[in-house]
């Protein structure tokens, strides 16, 4: 059974950092290209980040600079480490695990940035 369950949400204030962790079981974690997406309220979910299994890491345009995605394989963990949150920074923050088009989910993580 494969199960990717997040952690490291919550609420932080604007310009602060924070670090989300995502620990994969059930699958050959380093064969599969990891992600993190996330959704805000009345909002269609999108990619943050991602990382393929060799460490080749993508960027949605709106966190480029500030977001870092990586992984430890040995751990079956894939981590994002965010900088210099904003208010639009605020969502459910969702880890993914894909490989040739099957994809998993996490049940998310709340990130709300708010002074």
């Known amino acids: 059974q494969v199960q990717l369950v997040e952690s490291g949400g919550g609420l932080v204030q604007p310009g602060g950092s924070l670090k989300l962790s995502c620990a994969a079981s059930g699958i050959i974690f380093s064969i599969y290209t990891m992600g993190w997406y996330r959704q805000a309220p009345g909002k269609q979910r999108e990619l943050v980040a991602a990382?393929?299994?060799?460490?080749?890491?993508h960027y949605g345009d709106s966190v480029k600079d500030r977001f870092i995605i990586y992984r430890d394989n040995p751990k079956g963990t894939v981590y994002l480490q965010m900088y210099r949150l904003e208010p639009e920074d605020t969502a459910v923050y969702y880890c993914?695990?894909?490989?040739?088009?099957?994809?998993?989910w996490g049940r998310g993580t709340q990130v709300t940035v708010s002074s």
């Open positions: 993914s695990a894909v490989l040739r088009n099957n994809y998993y």
């Open positions: 990382i393929t299994g060799e460490g080749s890491g």
